[in-house]
């Protein structure tokens, strides 16, 4: 066999090789790959949600779409050394999303990683200066760290905008809770039960404002 007739056999191979990549896996098997994920995650099998998405992943392991996923099911698994990992490549994958940025910065907060977290939301809110989900998560991290003023500063610029969101609302009287500016915390936060009766987070807090009234 001929030089000539060497390099068109190796061209052929390393084309049937690429092809073979690009057809491994149908549109209709890639469907039903997320359907199974889907179904297992209604089921509350995790496990079994990740493992669904495998051959995808495979294929795509730089993909956006099947990290992001990954990284939200291995998030909810408790595996957040898999769940950074996966939001990492997704962002490379496409650097300007905030859905990975905003998953991420969830995973810091699970950790405790505020200063992670408010770095990271400080990026998104740069992009997006009002993205509802980066100033909330934002305002929560700058809380934890002590930053109070900066943390009152993003919740009041956010309920500039949404004046009865509970979840905004909530924070915003948890931040004063903090403070011990009890009256203020204690007037928001009946705010919030006014919209959200069943509130958690503000009958907890009422809860230890009135103990403390009860107290002095």
């Known amino acids: 066999m001929n030089t000539v007739s060497k390099n068109l056999l190796l061209a052929w191979v390393v084309s049937l090789s690429t092809l073979n990549t690009v057809i491994a896996l149908s549109s209709s098997d890639i469907n039903n790959a997320y359907n199974k994920s889907y179904k297992y995650e209604v089921m509350g099998n995790v496990s079994n949600a990740i493992k669904a998405l495998y051959p995808v992943y495979k294929e795509y392991p730089k993909g956006y779409a099947v990290n992001l996923r990954l990284a939200y099911l291995y ?42 977290a408010s770095e990271l939301g400080n990026k998104i809110i740069a992009i997006d200066y009002y993205n509802y989900y980066g100033n909330l998560k934002l305002a929560y991290a700058l809380q934890m760290e002590n930053h109070y003023d900066l943390s009152e500063k993003v919740l009041l610029k956010m309920l500039a905008l949404y004046p009865n969101d509970v979840l905004y609302l909530a924070q915003y009287g948890a931040l004063q809770f903090q403070r011990k500016n009890l009256d203020v915390a204690k007037s928001v936060l009946n705010d919030v039960l006014l919209f959200d009766p069943e509130n958690i987070t503000a009958q907890s807090l009422l809860k230890q404002i009135k103990s403390s009234a009860k107290k002095t």
């Open 75 to 116: 998030g909810r698994s408790g595996n957040y050394a898999n769940a950074l990992a996966n939001y990492d490549t997704a962002i490379v994958a496409a650097p300007d999303a905030l859905e990975p940025k905003l998953g991420k910065m969830s995973i810091y907060l699970i950790q405790a990683r505020y200063s992670d």
